[in-house]
């Protein structure tokens, strides 16, 4: 895993458990991530993701409609 995890996978029932909770987060994070950064198709997956999985929280990005906004906020 790039994110630094570490999962001993010793074949106990708790061991799956804790595979497929820690991969659907993997997963599901480098998805917001694509989200955030304005993929169309991400904040789709990511939406029915959170409602397929309750647990799952993410922070939805707001679209800006103005697009000269931040321009304008940086020049004073």
């Known amino acids: 895993m790039n994110g630094g995890f570490g999962?001993?996978?010793d074949g106990s029932e708790e061991a799956g458990k804790r595979a497929r909770m820690m991969l659907n987060w993997d997963v599901s994070n480098?998805?917001?991530r694509r989200c955030w950064s304005?993929?169309?198709n991400a904040?789709?997956?990511i939406q029915l993701t959170m409602?397929?999985?309750r647990e799952l929280r993410?922070?939805?990005p707001y679209h800006v409609q103005d697009e000269h906004?931040?321009?304008r906020?940086?020049?004073g």
């Open 7 to 9: 999962l001993v996978l």
């Open 58 to 60: 993410v922070t939805m």
């Open 38 to 40: 304005g993929n169309s």
């Open 73 to 75: 906020a940086l020049q």
């Open 30 to 32: 480098g998805v917001s």
């Open 51 to 53: 409602e397929d999985q």
């Open 43 to 45: 904040y789709e997956t």
């Open 69 to 71: 906004l931040l321009d």
